[in-house]
Structures are given as structure tokens and as C-alpha cells.
């Protein structure tokens, strides 16, 4: 008696969602699509917000930009919330590793009174701002259209309280968990001159009813001017100090800023090629919140860094308009 063995193939009747089928053709999806693609309820809705009425509770004219496609606005990194968790947990891990590594060596007795000061007036303060930033991403989550952006801008509002949590750390690391330095860093950041324009601007932003006029106001240009005078010349100036350790401590802000500009550039760069009306609109939301945060900046960083820092991080943000094609 033999035994003969076949194998048999089974063809799978679908390959993916119906939506996403339609999106894309009958092939398997990825992740991403499948959790990603028309997931925003559109129809059907069982009331309007009572508190304004003349909207639906998800509804396009929340902006002034205009798609055809809200779900052109996919993220590069092909975040969904598996993705995303994989790699903060993997950018957290190396930060941990960093500030396991400066405390395992009390690397913190290497710091002068004067770097220490620095820090507590011009660095720590930053958490208030991120706290800032993760309520107005929070804020485009909330009433911007279309998973692919709402989704990113959850993840990013989330980032946010990460980095104001290390930050934070900094301060604790300076005066060994007492959190002294936390409160003379909130008193400069509610009392300082330097800081009073930033303060005014961050209640600003938090006034703003269109969604995307925020993200773009506190995810490229405050973020923008941020990061070039307090991660990258401040940077240089601890350097110059002797303070050249606290590099391992804020090396997570320039790997997720990399990651998180990535992103943010992608949707603006397919927002302006949308219509000449979008970027129009973009260019005169960039102006205005352009001038306004390079006055309140002004304090700060001349407080910092002197006369000629608050330059430099203009330009940075001029190279990254001028990549963009948004620049005037």
C-alpha cells in the first residue's frame, strides 16, 4: 500500500477590505492601509455638537484647506499604532540607555554652577511649550479629517509629553529628585522677561479655531525655531561650557525631530500641491505665525545665546520653507 502526498493550494476569495480594494486594487493590503484607509466615520451621524451646531461632528470646513483626498495625507513612516509603539519603545530604550549611562558615572558633578544655571533658566522651561505642543496636536486630532492625519497627530501629541517628561528628568538629575530646580525653572518660565512672549504666543496658539493653522503654527514654526536655538546652539554653547554631557540627555529630541519632520513636511509638501489655493493659504499662515514667533523667541534667545542666535534659527527655518516651496 503507498500513501501519496499532495499539497493544496488555497486562494483567499478576498485579499483585503472592500474599502481598501477599492483604494488600491484587489491585491493584500498592508498594515497600514487596513488601519489607516476610511476609518473616519462620514455618515450617519446621530446629532451635531451642541456646541456648534453649524458643524458635523467630523466636517471638512473646520479648515480653510481644502483636498479632495484627506487620506492623500498618508504618513511616510507608515505609523499605525503597532508601528508607532514598536518605535518609540526602541527610541525610549536608547534614551534610557543615555541617561542610565550619565547618572551610572554622576556624570551630573561634572557641571558647573553656571551650566547648571543655564539649564534650569533656558532649557528646562521648554517642558511648558511641549505641553503646549501636545494640546494643539491634540486639537487637530480631535477635529482634523481623515485618520491619516488624525492619527499622526495623536502620536505626535503623545511625543510631546515624552519629551516634556525628560526634560523634566534633567531638571530632577540636577538637585538629586528633590524637584527644586523644577520650580525655580517654572518660576523663570512665569516671571522671566525673557519668557513672557513665548508664554503670550503658547496661550495663542491654544485660541486658534482652525485645526490646521495650529499644527502648522506648533509643528513647523515654533517647533522649527525651538529646536535650532535650544537643541542645536544651545547645544554648542554647554559645549564651549563644559557641559558638553548633557548631549546624551537631549539626544532623543534631534532623533525625533528627524522623524517627526520627515512626516510634517510630507503633508505640507502634498497640501500645497493640492491647489494654489492651499499654498496661498499656507505661505499666509506662515507669515503671520512666522513674525509673531520670531518676536517672542527674541527674549529668550538673546537671554541664551546673544544677539545673533535668533538669526540663525530663522534661518533654519527659511531653508526648511525654501525645501517645502512655501517660502515667499
Not at 47 to 67: C, G, H, S
Not at 216 to 232: E, G, K, R
Not at 249 to 262: F, P, Q, Y
Request: with cysteine.
Amino acid at each position: 500500500m503507498s500513501i501519496e502526498i499532495k499539497t493544496a493550494t488555497l486562494e483567499p476569495i478576498r485579499h483585503s477590505f472592500a474599502n481598501i480594494e477599492r483604494r488600491f486594487g484587489e491585491k493584500p493590503a498592508s498594515r497600514y492601509q487596513e488601519a489607516t484607509y476610511d476609518l473616519q466615520a462620514e455618515v450617519n451621524f446621530h446629532y451635531r455638537p451642541l456646541w456648534q451646531p453649524e458643524f458635523e461632528l467630523n466636517d471638512k470646513r473646520r479648515t480653510a484647506i481644502v483636498m479632495n483626498d484627506w487620506y492623500d495625507l498618508r504618513d511616510p513612516r507608515q505609523f499605525y499604532y503597532g508601528t508607532y509603539v514598536q518605535n518609540r519603545a526602541k527610541l525610549q530604550e536608547n534614551a534610557e540607555g543615555n541617561y542610565s549611562f550619565f547618572e551610572k558615572r554622576n556624570l551630573v558633578d561634572n557641571l558647573s554652577d553656571e551650566v547648571r544655571q543655564l539649564l534650569i533658566n533656558h532649557l528646562i522651561p521648554l517642558r511648558h511649550i511641549e505641553h503646549t505642543a501636545n494640546l494643539n496636536n491634540m486639537y487637530g486630532c480631535a477635529f482634523g479629517y481623515g485618520t491619516a492625519i488624525s492619527q499622526a497627530l495623536i502620536y505626535n501629541a503623545m511625543d510631546r509629553l515624552g519629551i516634556a517628561q525628560y526634560l523634566s528628568r534633567i531638571g530632577l538629575i540636577l538637585d538629586g529628585n528633590t524637584a527644586m530646580t523644577l520650580a525655580e525653572a517654572k518660576q523663570a518660565w512665569m516671571e522671566s522677561p525673557s519668557w513672557q512672549g513665548l508664554r503670550a504666543l503658547c496661550e495663542e496658539t491654544t485660541t486658534v479655531k482652525d485645526w490646521f493653522e495650529v499644527v502648522l503654527a506648533q509643528d513647523l514654526i515654533i517647533d522649527s525655531l525651538m529646536y535650532h536655538l535650544f537643541y542645536v546652539q544651545l547645544d554648542e554653547k554647554l559645549v564651549e561650557m563644559g557641559g558638553r554631557d548633557i548631549a546624551l540627555l537631549t539626544e532623543i529630541v534631534h532623533d525625533w525631530n528627524k522623524d517627526t519632520t520627515r512626516w510634517l513636511d510630507s503633508v505640507l509638501k502634498t497640501v500645497a500641491a493640492e491647489s494654489a489655493e492651499n499654498k496661498a493659504q499656507l505661505q499666509q499662515w506662515i507669515a503671520v505665525w512666522r513674525d509673531k514667533a520670531l518676536a517672542a523667541f527674541k527674549p529668550a534667545a538673546e537671554a541664551a545665546l546673544g544677539a545673533h542666535a535668533l538669526d540663525n534659527a530663522d534661518q533654519y527655518l527659511g531653508e526648511r520653507l525654501k525645501k517645502l516651496g512655501l517660502d515667499q
